[in-house]
């Protein structure tokens, strides 16, 4: 069994029992308390923390990726990230919305060739927030980009602003949502940098989760601003970049290896 079908078919085995155990969650739900309505999934609560507790400006969370260790024939990253935000079911794809995606790249100079996989980059002067016309692209202190979907109009102007496309617009209904991660039609999503994992307190992403389990583990999530954190210690002692430096964004998201 290939590699891609390996992990295929590991995230269909966790997504069956994810849903079956939601499935029991919910037929429990409605049984033990008649008479109350279960709103369902869409009425989930949003993102990220309750709003009496204010992600701290004493973190920036941030993502190191290694592309000497990023392999053309792995989308670990990607199946991670559709199951854990909801952009994919068991049923098929749910979206065509991509939070993460592989992008084969070369130098002119050198011919080499790297694998990278792209998504939102959390920049602190993100261009997106700059050209948002309600306030719906917003950035926690943490450093953390999301978009809030109760005001986000679908005009798009962020998906137009952002130099490394990292945004999409979500153009169906959806259904079968993940409960912590809701979404809508008619509004512009991105990579969450899996917030409502960072919050719990699971201290990872669900990518960096994949890439461990089933590849050389080639993104390391962690706080930028803590000097004992394994990324600061690697940002310190080995070179790295942002994509495209010369925007001056101080992104999140730091690569090694290109
Ligand atoms: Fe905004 Fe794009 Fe930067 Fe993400 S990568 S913060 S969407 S400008
Ligand atoms: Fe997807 Fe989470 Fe990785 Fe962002 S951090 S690309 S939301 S899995």
Redesign the pocket.
């Known amino acids: 069994m290939g590699q891609k079908t390996k992990q295929t078919t590991e995230l269909a085995n966790k997504e069956r029992r994810s849903f079956l155990g939601k499935a029991a969650v919910a037929t429990a739900s409605m049984t033990l308390a008649p008479g109350v309505i279960f709103m369902g999934m869409a009425e989930a609560k949003p993102p990220g923390k309750p709003a009496d507790e204010k992600a701290s400006d004493k973190n920036r969370w941030g993502l190191l990726i290694d592309t000497n260790k990023c392999v053309d024939d792995c989308d670990a990253c990607v199946q991670a990230c559709n199951f854990e935000n909801g952009l994919t079911t068991i049923h098929g794809p749910e979206t065509d919305a991509q939070w993460i995606r592989k992008v084969k790249i070369r130098n002119k100079a050198t011919k080499k060739i790297s694998y990278l996989p792209l998504?939102?980059?959390?920049?602190e002067y993100?261009?997106?927030?700059d050209v948002c016309p309600t306030g719906a692209?917003f950035?926690r202190k943490d450093g953390i980009?999301l978009v809030d979907k109760h005001i986000c109009i679908g005009c798009r102007y962020?998906?137009m602003?952002?130099?490394?496309?990292?945004?999409s617009f979500v153009h169906e209904t959806i259904t079968n949502q993940v409960p912590d991660v809701p979404r809508g039609k008619g509004t512009v999503e991105?990579?969450t940098m899996c917030v409502h994992k960072i919050d719990r307190g699971d201290g990872s992403t669900a990518c960096v989760d994949a890439c461990k389990k089933y590849a050389n583990g080639a993104i390391i999530f962690g706080d930028l601003k803590d000097p004992n954190s394994n990324i600061a210690k690697e940002l310190t002692t080995y070179q790295s970049t942002q994509l495209r430096p010369d925007l001056r964004?101080n992104?999140?998201?730091r690569y090694r290896g290109i």
Request: hydrophobic residues 35%; charged residues 10%; positive net charge.
């Open positions: 998504l939102c980059q959390h920049c993100a261009p997106c927030i692209s950035r980009v962020c998906m602003a952002c130099p490394y496309k990292a945004r991105a990579c964004l992104t999140g998201v």
